[in-house]
């Protein structure tokens, strides 16, 4: 079956714009992750929907951040005001609730 | 605080050899998950092999299989036969459940021919 997609795969921004990084879950998956990796580190968690709903968002940084998923299925990250420090590649999962999560192959985002 | 460790940032050995990964953590949560993932330069984030705290038998996967000392909170993977596919950052990862993974910094191998 279809993987865990992400769009762009790619994106190259200025300070200061507005960017949105989709996520496509595994069809079924009630969970959803948004993970940051910065260059040479492990990923960092964001914030975990279950469902609809964001059950833990402690991972986002500031209020720039912000991801919403109305039905319970694709996922939208949200960065206001972009920063450079922002660059890093943004990686989404899903999974069944307690279940191994399953990635997808990340944005890269890039804030000139 | 939860906290993954990989004190190796590279490691390098020959196609065929044995080698070992090592990966501490740190928690006070009894019931937990362990994960050794894999990431090629494509970026995408693979599953290699997966242990439950609870399950004192040491979790394998074709060439891949873990030593999970909990009392020690280590849980290193070891890849038997290596291939040049097996080329990549292999990162482990905790979780307490169906929450956040918590990743330790990577560790590079290459697969030399």
């Known amino acids: 079956g279809a993987g865990v997609s992400q769009t762009p795969s790619n994106k190259v921004t200025e300070k200061g714009k507005y960017v949105e990084l989709r996520c496509d879950p595994i069809?079924?998956?009630?969970?959803l992750y948004w993970y940051r990796q910065s260059l040479g580190q492990g990923p960092e968690f964001l914030i975990y929907?279950?469902?609809?709903?964001?059950?833990?968002d402690s991972g986002l940084p500031n209020d720039r951040f912000f991801a919403v998923r109305p039905e319970g299925s694709v996922s939208t990250l949200k960065i206001q005001r972009t920063e450079r420090g922002d660059s890093a590649v943004y990686l989404c999962?899903?999974?069944?609730?307690?279940?191994?999560?399953?990635f997808g192959p990340g944005t890269r985002l890039t804030v000139l | 605080a939860q906290t993954v460790t990989q004190s190796q940032p590279e490691m390098s050995v020959q196609e065929a050899e044995t080698v070992t990964l090592s990966c501490t953590y740190d928690?006070?949560?009894?019931?937990?998950?362990l994960f050794w993932y894999k990431q090629p330069p494509s970026r995408q984030m693979i599953l290699v092999i997966r242990q439950e705290a609870y399950k004192q038998q040491n979790a394998t996967e074709n060439r891949f299989s873990v030593n999970f000392q909990k009392a020690a909170k280590s849980f290193s993977l070891k890849i038997s036969d290596s291939q040049l596919g097996d080329t990549a950052m292999y990162f482990c990862?905790?979780?307490?459940?169906?929450?956040?993974?918590?990743f330790g910094q990577g560790t590079r191998l290459t697969i030399n021919p």
């Open positions: 928690t006070s949560e009894s019931n937990y998950y």
């Open positions: 999962a899903s999974s069944f609730p307690t279940d191994t999560q399953y």
């Open positions: 990862a905790f979780s307490p459940g169906s929450q956040k993974l918590v």
């Open positions: 069809s079924g998956h009630t969970a």
């Open positions: 929907f279950q469902g609809t709903g964001a059950a833990d």
